[in-house]
């Protein structure tokens, strides 16, 4: 049998992370048992793998695979429409179950397409990059992106469970491991330390996917985040802390056109609310400090180009408005201390940018 963890997730409906080595083949027993059809939604590079799945899937099952685009071209409701389109096709019922298989834009999307058809279908979430594991697959956030705007168009709908094989991560290339694992050095900062002492211990040890730091580390950030969505799946309160390194972080993806990992503007984007937080009087020099080592020693950047500021607090104001409410960022009072600082002054804002800006 594989050796693995389970995390529960509680909310409304409760579910189970099982995270492990080998753990894949208990996607059968994740499935509901009356479920009949079940579509694999994947992108083209998992398409060897989405067709082994099928083998072991099949049995009394009928197993469809929707191959999509990967990444951000995949959230597009032209992609939502092809899997509504097979789903239309073989007689979907609501008993009928989607597997999302793939990165965080993949595993969006699968579950925006379960959470559509029929009002509502179950979805198990199957991540394949350290990021969907950490964060996109735990949680229930489903969407697609419009011309707009990312996530504009989405539903909360929490998957029926999560299924992370570490195995499957022997794959990813060095860099999308360690820009995967910003969400890591972020729950280090907002809620479980080890992880941080885990990195200063030994950096390379906690990126190397066979080592045991590896392992706890993603554990640990499994568990803040179904800690935190547990308590507040729709992001009335708690569930804003995950946004820590994400206003600034969002800005700078937007100005690269999305063509940066996420874990690198979110690393900027933590060092800049470090330095928000300090400038506010909240955080201590040596925390800030802290946050610029861990994240150079795991080869994350820690600074952006001095010239942007003025196209970055644009965003951030745009951001803002689109979601009806004032400038907001999660700083921290301390390690492990996130709270919500609101409207700060330009001059603070244009201050911590100095410092993180070159
Ligand atoms: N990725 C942030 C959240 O799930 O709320």
Same mark, same amino acid.
């Given at each position: &049998?594989?050796?693995r963890t389970?995390? %529960?997730?509680a909310?409304e409906?409760?579910? *189970?992370?099982?995270?492990?080595?080998?753990?894949l083949?208990h996607?059968?027993d994740?499935? %509901?048992?009356?479920?009949r059809?079940?579509?694999?939604?994947? /992108?083209?590079?998992?398409?060897?793998?989405a067709?082994?799945l099928?083998?072991?899937?099949?049995g009394?099952?009928?197993v469809?695979?929707?191959?999509? /685009?990967?990444a951000?071209?995949?959230? !597009?409701?032209?992609?939502?429409?092809?899997?509504w389109q097979? +789903?239309?096709?073989? @007689?979907?019922?609501r008993?009928d179950a989607?597997?999302?298989?793939?990165?965080?834009?993949?595993?969006?999307?699968?579950?925006?397409?379960?959470?559509?058809?029929?009002?509502g279908?179950?979805?198990?979430q199957?991540?394949?990059?350290v990021?969907g594991m950490? @964060?996109?697959?735990?949680?229930?956030?489903?969407?697609?992106?419009?011309?707009e #705007?990312?996530n504009?168009? #989405?539903?909360?709908? /929490? %998957? !029926?469970?999560?299924?992370c094989?570490? @195995?499957?991560?022997?794959?990813?290339?060095?860099?999308?491991?360690v820009?995967g694992?910003?969400e890591?050095?972020?729950a280090?900062?907002?809620?479980?330390p080890?992880?941080? $002492?885990l990195?200063e211990?030994?950096?390379?040890?906690?990126? @190397?996917?066979h080592?045991?730091?590896?392992?706890?580390?993603? *554990?640990?950030?499994?568990? &803040?985040?179904a800690?935190?969505?547990g *308590?507040?799946l729709?992001?009335? #309160?708690l569930?804003?802390?995950l946004?820590?390194?994400?206003?600034?972080?969002?800005?700078i993806?937007?100005?690269?056109?999305?063509r940066w990992r996420?874990?690198?503007?979110?690393?900027?984007? &933590?060092m800049?609310?470090?330095?928000l937080?300090?400038?506010?009087?909240r955080?201590s $020099?040596?925390?800030? *400090?802290?946050? !610029?080592?861990?994240?150079?020693?795991?080869g994350? /950047?820690?600074s952006?180009?001095?010239?942007?500021? %003025? =196209?970055?607090?644009?965003? +951030? =104001?745009?951001?803002?408005?689109?979601?009806?409410? &004032?400038?907001?960022?999660?700083?921290l009072?301390?390690?492990?201390k996130?709270t919500v600082?609101?409207?700060p002054?330009?001059?603070?804002?244009?201050?911590?940018y100095?410092?993180?800006?070159?």
């Amino acid at each position: &049998m594989s050796d693995r963890t389970v995390i %529960p997730v509680a909310g409304e409906t409760p579910y *189970e992370v099982t995270v492990g080595r080998g753990v894949l083949p208990h996607l059968s027993d994740a499935l %509901p048992a009356a479920a009949r059809k079940v579509l694999v939604v994947h /992108p083209p590079t998992l398409a060897e793998r989405a067709e082994q799945l099928r083998a072991t899937l099949c049995g009394d099952r009928e197993v469809l695979l929707a191959e999509v /685009p990967d990444a951000e071209q995949g959230k !597009r409701v032209e992609v939502a429409a092809f899997c509504w389109q097979i +789903m239309g096709q073989a @007689d979907f019922t609501r008993t009928d179950a989607v597997v999302g298989f793939g990165g965080g834009a993949v595993t969006d999307l699968a579950g925006f397409v379960a959470a559509t058809w029929l009002r509502g279908v179950a979805v198990v979430q199957v991540p394949t990059t350290v990021l969907g594991m950490v @964060d996109a697959a735990v949680g229930g956030k489903t969407g697609i992106n419009t011309a707009e #705007g990312k996530n504009l168009v #989405g539903a909360f709908w /929490p %998957p !029926r469970a999560v299924i992370c094989d570490l @195995d499957l991560l022997d794959s990813l290339s060095a860099n999308e491991r360690v820009a995967g694992f910003a969400e890591v050095v972020k729950a280090g900062f907002i809620w479980y330390p080890e992880i941080l $002492d885990l990195i200063e211990t030994d950096p390379a040890a906690v990126v @190397d996917r066979h080592s045991d730091a590896f392992r706890r580390c993603i *554990e640990l950030a499994i568990e &803040m985040k179904a800690r935190v969505v547990g *308590e507040d799946l729709r992001e009335a #309160g708690l569930r804003e802390v995950l946004n820590y390194g994400h206003t600034l972080g969002h800005a700078i993806e937007h100005a690269e056109r999305y063509r940066w990992r996420h874990g690198a503007a979110i690393s900027i984007g &933590m060092m800049y609310a470090a330095e928000l937080s300090r400038l506010a009087g909240r955080l201590s $020099d040596a925390a800030v *400090e802290r946050h !610029r080592g861990i994240l150079t020693s795991l080869g994350l /950047p820690t600074s952006y180009r001095a010239g942007a500021w %003025p =196209q970055l607090l644009a965003t +951030m =104001q745009r951001d803002k408005k689109a979601r009806g409410g &004032m400038l907001r960022f999660i700083v921290l009072d301390d390690i492990a201390k996130p709270t919500v600082l609101q409207a700060p002054d330009e001059s603070l804002l244009f201050a911590a940018y100095q410092e993180v800006s070159q």
